[in-house]
């Protein structure tokens, strides 16, 4: 696991407990004890009963690991990247909203998951836009390597949810793919040096 990972993570959650950091980084419990005994030791982080949240020091920490991953990884390559995640997104977002609408007779209405081969349909192509992400990720993680482990969450989400595990297309209670799609965009909004304030704005939102 990447030293800055959890840091960072956190730093783009904004709160999780600890299991949720376990399942996102694919990684035994007691090496995310350790990590936060670190975090919350070196004044960045502090539990709660709702979960693990960065402090200011830690906010600023995280940023920093940004800002020396933007400069070493070179910032015309990280806007090159983020502009094809960006067409990427557009394709993901049309596959998710096919997830959780159906069009019937001209209207949208919630897909309720009856037609399971509406349902194979709609993952397929989910599963043809993760290939077309894992090649851009390679790429990307070879300049920043804690965005490696995107491959492993996404991975891990995409199987799941083949097996009929529904929840793990788009729920935000686990590590879904939507959930992992969602914190990568927010991961390369900041890697590329923008704000999601404004990249909403410009109508390139999640």
């Given at each position: 696991?990447?030293?800055?990972?959890?840091?960072?993570?956190?730093?783009?959650?904004?709160?999780?407990?600890?299991g949720?950091?376990?399942?996102?980084?694919g990684?035994?419990?007691a090496?995310?004890?350790?990590?936060?005994?670190r975090l919350?030791?070196d004044?960045y982080?502090?539990?709660?009963?709702?979960?693990?949240?960065?402090?200011?020091?830690?906010?600023?920490?995280?940023?920093?690991?940004?800002?020396?991953?933007?400069?070493?990884?070179?910032?015309?390559e990280?806007?090159?990247?983020?502009?094809?995640?960006v067409?990427?997104?557009?394709?993901?977002?049309?596959?998710?909203?096919?997830?959780?609408?159906?069009?019937v007779?001209?209207?949208?209405?919630?897909?309720?998951?009856t037609?399971?081969?509406?349902d194979?349909?709609?993952?397929?192509?989910?599963?043809a836009?993760?290939?077309?992400?894992?090649?851009a990720l390679?790429?990307?993680?070879?300049?920043?390597?804690?965005?490696?482990?995107y491959?492993?969450?996404?991975?891990?989400?995409?199987?799941?949810?083949?097996r009929?595990?529904?929840?793990?297309?788009?729920?935000?209670?686990?590590d879904s793919y939507?959930?992992?799609?969602?914190?990568?965009?927010e991961?390369?909004?900041r890697?590329?040096?923008?704000?999601?304030a404004?990249?909403?704005?410009?109508?390139?939102?999640?």
């Amino acid at each position: 696991m990447h030293p800055d990972a959890t840091l960072v993570m956190l730093s783009v959650k904004g709160v999780a407990t600890p299991g949720i950091l376990e399942a996102a980084q694919g990684v035994e419990a007691a090496v995310i004890a350790s990590e936060l005994e670190r975090l919350e030791r070196d004044g960045y982080a502090s539990g709660s009963p709702a979960g693990w949240r960065l402090n200011a020091d830690g906010g600023a920490a995280a940023t920093n690991v940004i800002a020396r991953e933007r400069a070493t990884a070179g910032f015309a390559e990280l806007d090159a990247a983020y502009e094809t995640f960006v067409a990427l997104n557009e394709r993901f977002k049309t596959a998710i909203m096919a997830w959780q609408l159906r069009d019937v007779g001209g209207t949208l209405v919630p897909n309720d998951h009856t037609d399971a081969a509406y349902d194979a349909d709609v993952l397929r192509n989910i599963a043809a836009i993760h290939a077309d992400l894992v090649g851009a990720l390679a790429s990307l993680a070879a300049r920043v390597p804690r965005l490696g482990a995107y491959r492993d969450r996404f991975e891990r989400a995409l199987e799941r949810a083949q097996r009929g595990e529904r929840r793990y297309v788009a729920a935000p209670i686990v590590d879904s793919y939507h959930t992992v799609w969602f914190e990568l965009h927010e991961d390369l909004i900041r890697l590329s040096g923008k704000t999601r304030a404004a990249e909403a704005a410009a109508g390139r939102g999640a």
